[in-house]
């Protein structure tokens, strides 16, 4: 039992680490509308098991926490160190309300348009509200934010799930999982290639 459970805490140790360094990654690639750490969330929330949760929690914590660093002296010391926290916090609920709901990932798979909109709407609720609560930008309590924010949530939440739902559900489809590596990757490059040029490289997200 304490090897398992030694081996949990390694795990999820080496999770949160992976998780920092892909969240910072992904938001070096990301801008408003199109923020790919949304789908990082989005992934882990909906299908990591919750005994790892709090370690998913660690490192984005850090890595947004990290962002708000440039930033800190234009805003306030609790938004900064504290704010992190209860945004991922805050932004889990959804993920956690809808698993229960949705038991499995075949359920996922067909209510994902509507599940990743919940998830989008509902952390942009949890960014535009901390910031106001916890002294964040002030310009960003605007309904523009807002809706640049879901669509940025929502595109990054589908990015980041419908090639996992792919890879889960590969077995009920016919041909070989090579073709489905290839599909998913051709699809990848498409969807961003889609965006290229509107890209603002190191943009926050928050």
Not at 82 to 105: C, D, E, M, Q
Not at 155 to 170: C, D, E, S, Y
Request: glycine letters at 8%.
């Amino acid at each position: 039992m304490d090897d398992a459970k030694g081996r949990m805490i390694a795990t999820g140790i080496a999770l949160s680490i992976v998780y920092c360094i892909a969240y910072l990654v992904l938001r070096y690639f990301s801008f408003d509308q199109w923020a790919l750490p949304a789908g990082l969330r989005a992934v882990c929330l909906f299908f990591l098991p919750l005994r790892y949760w709090s370690f998913v929690f660690v490192g984005d914590a850090a890595a947004v926490m990290y962002g708000r660093l440039a930033i800190a002296d234009k805003n306030s010391a609790i938004w900064v160190y504290f704010g992190p926290f209860a945004l991922i916090a805050g932004v889990s609920i959804a993920p956690y309300l809808i698993r229960k709901k949705l038991t499995n990932v075949q359920a996922i798979t067909r209510q994902l348009p509507i599940a990743a909109a919940c998830f989008a709407a509902w952390g942009s609720v949890c960014t535009v509200g901390l910031n106001a609560i916890l002294g964040g930008p002030a310009e960003n309590a605007t309904i523009a934010f807002f809706t640049t924010r879901f669509l940025g949530n929502y595109l990054g939440a589908l990015m980041g799930m419908l090639p996992v739902l792919v890879w889960i559900n590969r077995r009920q489809h016919v041909g070989p999982v090579s073709r489905v590596v290839r599909d998913i990757t051709f699809a990848g490059f498409s969807i961003a290639a889609m965006f290229e040029g509107r890209s603002v490289p190191g943009a926050l997200y928050a």
